[in-house]
Every structure is written in structure tokens, then in C-alpha cells.
């Protein structure tokens, strides 16, 4: 009985996934959602459900870890916003089959899957294809692939205080091309 009134929340938990294809491997939309954890909580009425203890949720290449991972459904039953909280979350994505793994870690990573948009808080570091950008807070857009970093303003309570941003940019790899003549 209670897997019949879980069902929608799990059923709009894969659309909204599914949904979120312009920033993963194509395949990863058609792919299963796995969600591991110790403890499960769900609650249709206000489309909230809460999973803590190492909670691992994976669909295709994307993969989200932490403490504690919250997921909110918007009043359509649609996914609005993944929570997750942990010391460190982590987000993982391959964006497409020729490009390397991109990887996130916070205290706090939150997911707006309709803005496919990730907002890390405390801790915050984005790894891609060997670039990094750590700070306060870093909102990473998905789609575009670009990072905007600072303070983290406003309520957001930060463990480590970073005044400034610290990003490592790797060149560019130069390709081997043939001498001209003489």
C-alpha cells in the first residue's frame, strides 16, 4: 500500500531525471534511477522525500552523494530541486562520451534539475577536464558548462571563509602539426 501512494513521487522523480538530457551522456535519460541509502522518508502530499546515511543516487553516468539528500517535487509532481548535504556531497556527470567525468564537491550541493543548474555551498569545488574553481560558492550551469564563483551571501553559512576564488586553469594542449616545406 505505501509503495502505491510512493509511486508518483518515484514516477516524477524519473521524468524530471529524464528530462535533464542537454547536460549528460544521451543514454543517461533512457537509464534507471538507483537511490541507496539507510533511511527513506516520502511524503506525497507535501512532494518531499528525505534519504540519509550515504546516500548514493545514480542515473546513467550522473551520480549524487551524501549525508542526507532531499528532493522536492514542484506542484506539477515534476523533480524541483535535488538537496544533498554532507561533509563533502559530491556530484559526478559525463557530459558527453568524448569528454572526461565532470566532478563536484560542498558541504551543500543543491540540483535545480528544470534550470539545470547546481549551486555549491561551503567548500565548494568544481573539477573539469583538469580546471578547477574552489571557493565559497560556485554555480555551475550545466548546459553551457560555466562556473561562477564567490562569497556565499545571504543565509548561507560557510565553515571555511574564502575571501577570494582560487581556479587553476590548465593550457590548452597543443597538437603535433606537420613542418611546412622550404
Given at each position: 500500500?505505501?509503495?502505491?501512494?510512493?509511486?508518483?513521487?518515484?514516477?516524477?522523480?524519473?521524468?524530471?531525471?529524464?528530462?535533464?538530457?542537454?547536460?549528460?551522456?544521451?543514454?543517461?535519460?533512457?537509464?534507471?534511477?538507483?537511490?541507496?541509502?539507510?533511511?527513506?522518508?516520502?511524503d506525497d502530499k507535501?512532494?518531499?522525500?528525505?534519504?540519509?546515511?550515504?546516500?548514493?543516487?545514480?542515473?546513467?553516468?550522473?551520480?549524487?552523494?551524501?549525508?542526507?539528500?532531499?528532493?522536492?517535487?514542484?506542484?506539477?509532481?515534476?523533480?524541483?530541486?535535488?538537496?544533498?548535504?554532507?561533509?563533502?556531497?559530491?556530484?559526478?556527470?559525463?557530459?558527453?562520451?568524448?569528454?572526461?567525468?565532470?566532478q563536484a564537491y560542498?558541504?551543500?550541493?543543491?540540483?535545480?534539475?528544470?534550470?539545470?543548474?547546481?549551486?555549491?555551498?561551503?567548500?565548494?569545488?568544481?573539477?573539469?577536464?583538469?580546471?578547477?574553481?574552489?571557493?565559497?560558492?560556485?554555480?555551475?550551469?550545466?548546459?553551457?558548462?560555466?562556473?561562477?564563483?564567490?562569497?556565499?551571501?545571504?543565509?548561507?553559512?560557510?565553515?571555511?571563509?574564502?575571501?577570494?576564488?582560487?581556479?587553476?586553469?590548465?593550457?590548452?594542449?597543443?597538437?603535433?602539426?606537420?613542418?611546412?616545406?622550404?
Open positions: 500500500m505505501r509503495l502505491v501512494k510512493t509511486l508518483p513521487l518515484l514516477l516524477g522523480l524519473g521524468a524530471a531525471l529524464g528530462s535533464a538530457s542537454a547536460w549528460s551522456l544521451p543514454t543517461d535519460r533512457d537509464q534507471p534511477i538507483h537511490i541507496q541509502s539507510d533511511d527513506a522518508q516520502l507535501k512532494g518531499v522525500a528525505t534519504y540519509k546515511g550515504n546516500v548514493i543516487i545514480t542515473q546513467g553516468s550522473m551520480k549524487i552523494t551524501g549525508n542526507t539528500v532531499t528532493i522536492t517535487r514542484n506542484a506539477q509532481g515534476e523533480v524541483d530541486v535535488f538537496t544533498s548535504v554532507g561533509n563533502l556531497a559530491y556530484y559526478e556527470q559525463k557530459p558527453a562520451v568524448d569528454k572526461p567525468i565532470v560542498a558541504v551543500t550541493i543543491q540540483y535545480y534539475a528544470g534550470q539545470d543548474r547546481i549551486v555549491l555551498i561551503d567548500k565548494a569545488k568544481v573539477i573539469n577536464d583538469g580546471n578547477t574553481s574552489e571557493g565559497e560558492k560556485i554555480v555551475y550551469d550545466t548546459v553551457r558548462q560555466v562556473v561562477t564563483a564567490g562569497r556565499a551571501n545571504g543565509g548561507a553559512k560557510v565553515t571555511t571563509p574564502r575571501p577570494r576564488i582560487d581556479m587553476v586553469i590548465q593550457p590548452k594542449k597543443k597538437t603535433d602539426q606537420p613542418q611546412k616545406a622550404q
